[in-house]
């Protein structure tokens, strides 16, 4: 098991960038999978970006070329750094872990872009 802790969220201006964190309760190290998802008002969850424990990556379309996925195996937290950011990233942002078949969700954190 696993508890997950977003932060980093916040408001921003189209164009700028934000970095958010998920720090989890334990070793990442062989976590299967980490990632980031998201969801805006009125629609559903989707997936923004993901990194295996072997450090392969995988991001949605409308984000590739704008965020980066990476884990810092050291202080067992992944991050998802934004740049380019566009209104329509405004979402809640969600962290999850795969571990031993199940999924584990973090609490989420907010990012508004606008201005």
């Known amino acids: 098991q696993v508890q997950l802790v977003e932060s980093g969220g916040g408001l921003v201006q189209p164009g700028g960038s934000l970095r958010l964190s998920c720090a989890a309760s334990?070793?990442?190290?062989?976590?299967?999978?980490m990632g980031w998802h998201r969801q805006a008002p009125g629609k559903q969850r989707e997936l923004v970006a993901t990194i295996t424990d072997g450090g392969n990556r995988d991001y949605a379309d409308f984000v590739k070329g704008r965020f980066t996925i990476y884990r810092d195996n050291t202080k067992n937290t992944v991050y998802l750094q934004m740049n380019s950011l566009e209104p329509d990233d405004t979402a809640i942002y969600y962290c999850?872990?795969?571990?031993?078949?199940?999924?584990?969700w973090g609490q989420g954190t907010q990012v508004t872009v606008s201005s």
């Open positions: 999850n872990a795969f571990l031993a078949a199940k999924n584990f």
């Open positions: 334990r070793s990442i190290f062989s976590i299967d999978y």
